[in-house]
């Protein structure tokens, strides 16, 4: 009979060398990566680099069955990440990126060194956990009852809809929705992890109800209110109504106050996305879009975002205790409760719950909370900036006026139809992404295409921010000049 390989599987287990035998060594090679990282993210990149050949044929090769040389995987780790996109730069400016503090990535490294699993009790980490929450709800100006870290926005928003969803349909976690026409309530501009949600707690995509904005891209709550009174004289059940602390698309802050004076008179929950927005609330010179914030029932906050956290590291907070234990507790043979005190998990969607909270709570221990808003303030300035320039600059376009630190702006150079310069501009944006020096997206505004900007990272100095038009208006001129060379 020949012996199978697991015959000499406990030999093996005991002669079979460490990859990482040489932990100082490869600790030392890492720590030579990541400073130089950090370096190369102070300062925006001349170019897009090139991707190495060799490394790109090595992804494509199959499972490896024997050990690597550490050093080489890891080199070739570095090499993958360098010839990425990074939000960590400071002309990273599509979408809403995160900014990449230090401080933050030590915090991820000890985290993940430890693994600490925050679904059931984990000791001293639960305290760090629930103090962080409590420094983020006030850091914005929230009045906290109860809260908890998650994955992200998508998972803040869920949790926010589920505790509300069980609010206004009592035992609906049970039961299910089925017999009961329920609604829930955003903007146009709201994120569309909002109709995921609504989705996902099993109301139906044609339970949420879509409302028109103003010339500033916020919520009307003349809208709102019309529409809660003709869904409740039809007989539909109202569960939430989502205002957004910072749309996506150009930043706008719903009016939070009205919109809670609605919500207070239809005895409606109200959630406030502010996945994005919600830490400009901590400055002085955006606070005062957020007034009505603390009448909110929940909010939702990226510290991923504009608090320069990296992935993933989001936050739910709710106004009183109890909805979320109501959403999720529940009772299971392998985790028995300690007399009446519940598991984390019991308030929470999710079961594997890393220590996410420590790259917050570390990262406030070491800048302070005046530093963040101080970052914050900054970023806003240069939003402030770019839009001065977009108006001084004869090619471009301005589409909207920054509340908060996006900026939509488009090349217009003369004699194209409008339907031209949807094409020109989303071809412009895309050759910026290909450059390489600045990095920013195309979007629809008011039905026009045009370039979107972000300002979120604590890294981007004004003297920066007039590279922007500088390279949108060398590549505009570039494409403007092939687009009109007739073909040959």
């Not at 494509?60 to 780790?77: E, I, K, W, Y």
């Not at 569309?192 to 879509?210: F, P």
């Not at 109504?241 to 109200?270: F, K, N, S, Y």
């Not at 917050?360 to 302070?368: A, F, P, T, Y």
């Amino acid at each position: 009979m020949t012996d199978s390989p697991a015959h000499h599987l406990p030999e093996l287990l005991r002669t079979s060398p460490s990859a990482l035998a040489d932990r100082a060594g490869v600790l030392e090679d890492l720590c030579r990566y990541l400073t130089a990282a950090w370096e190369s993210f102070d300062r925006p990149r001349p170019c897009e680099p090139e991707v190495d050949a060799g490394l790109v044929e090595r992804l494509r090769g199959p499972l490896p069955g024997q050990p690597d040389d550490t050093r080489a995987a890891l080199d070739d780790a570095v090499n993958i990440l360098e010839s990425s996109v990074s939000p960590s730069r400071p002309l990273f400016l599509a979408y809403v990126g995160s900014s990449g503090l230090e401080v933050s990535v030590l915090a991820s490294a000890l985290s993940a060194a430890y693994d600490a699993n925050l679904a059931t009790a984990a000791g001293t980490a639960d305290l760090l956990d629930q103090q962080a929450v409590r420094w983020v709800a006030d850091f914005v100006g929230f009045p906290l009852g109860e809260g908890h870290f998650t994955s992200g926005g998508q998972s803040s928003n869920l949790t926010a809809l589920l505790a509300a969803r069980e609010q206004a349909l009592p035992g609906s976690r049970e039961e299910g929705v089925a017999g009961h026409r329920a609604t829930v309530y955003c903007s146009d501009e709201a994120h569309h992890s909002i109709a995921r949600a609504v989705e996902a707690a099993g109301l139906g995509r044609r339970a949420l109800r879509r409302i028109p904005t103003d010339e500033r891209h916020r919520m009307r709550v003349d809208a709102l209110h019309d529409a809660l009174e003709r869904d409740r004289a039809a007989g539909l059940t109202p569960v939430a109504v989502v205002a957004t602390a910072g749309t996506t698309l150009t930043g706008a802050v719903d009016p939070l106050a009205a919109i809670a004076d609605v919500c207070e008179r239809q005895g409606v929950w109200l959630h406030v996305d502010g996945a994005y927005g919600l830490p400009a609330a901590a400055t002085w010179t955006a606070a005062h879009w957020f007034t009505g914030l603390d009448r909110a029932d929940s909010v939702t906050i990226d510290a991923h975002k504009w608090l320069g956290m990296q992935k993933s590291c989001s936050v739910i907070l709710v106004r009183h205790r109890g909805p979320l234990r109501a959403a999720f507790g529940h009772e299971e043979r392998y985790m028995l409760h300690a007399e009446d005190t519940g598991n984390p998990v019991d308030h929470t969607f999710e079961y594997s719950r890393p220590f996410r909270s420590l790259r917050l709570w570390l990262s406030m221990r070491v800048h302070g909370a005046d530093q963040f808003r101080t970052w914050i303030e900054g970023t806003l300035a240069n939003a402030a900036l770019l839009a001065d320039e977009v108006r001084a600059h004869a090619s471009f376009e301005l589409l909207h006026e920054p509340m908060l630190s996006t900026v939509c702006f488009r090349h217009v150079p003369p004699g194209m139809s409008d339907s031209d310069l949807d094409t020109h501009n989303e071809r412009l944006a895309r050759a910026m992404q290909a450059d390489g020096r600045v990095f920013l997206a195309p979007a629809i505004v008011d039905g026009r295409t045009c370039l979107r900007a972000c300002f979120v990272n604590f890294r981007t100095t004004p003297d920066v921010v007039k590279t922007v038009l500088e390279v949108a208006d060398e590549l505009g001129q570039a494409l403007l000049l092939e687009e009109r060379t007739p073909a040959h």
